[in-house]
């Protein structure tokens, strides 16, 4: 496995982030990627607030079976796009973070798009 440096990774976020602007109206969908678990958060940059989060540290798991990391990051995205059509929001901006667009980061977008949040 190739080691990244730790500048590498906050220039890459920089890159990615940058441009990125979350409104009351439109937030940014914020999402961090760990080894074993997936957060997201849906940040008003203008008032500098979270409006919703959710992480599959919440997701419960249903019957004996266990889930795998990308289904529950698709849960991830439902719930979090449940939390926020509550609070009457319907659009957002995705900022992925450092992470590339593949496996749990693009499972947990799909999931908010399924469940009705346009991005």
Do not use: W
């Not at 969908?29 to 940059?45: F, G, L, P």
């Not at 009457?88 to 009705?116: N, T």
């Amino acid at each position: 496995m190739k080691k990244v440096s730790l500048s590498r990774i906050h220039r890459r976020k920089t890159r990615v982030s940058s441009d990125m602007l979350g409104t009351p109206e439109r937030p940014r969908i914020s999402v961090y990627r760990s080894s074993k678990h997936i957060y997201a958060q849906a940040i008003d940059d203008v008032s500098g607030t979270t409006l919703a989060s959710y992480s599959s540290s919440q997701v419960v798991v249903k019957g004996a079976e266990k889930n795998s990391k990308t289904k529950k990051a698709s849960q991830v995205g439902k719930e979090l796009a449940k939390l926020l059509q509550e609070k009457k929001i319907s659009k957002g901006i995705f900022d992925r973070g450092a992470s590339s667009y593949l496996g749990r980061v693009k499972a947990l977008c799909e999931g908010l798009r399924e469940a009705g949040i346009t991005i």
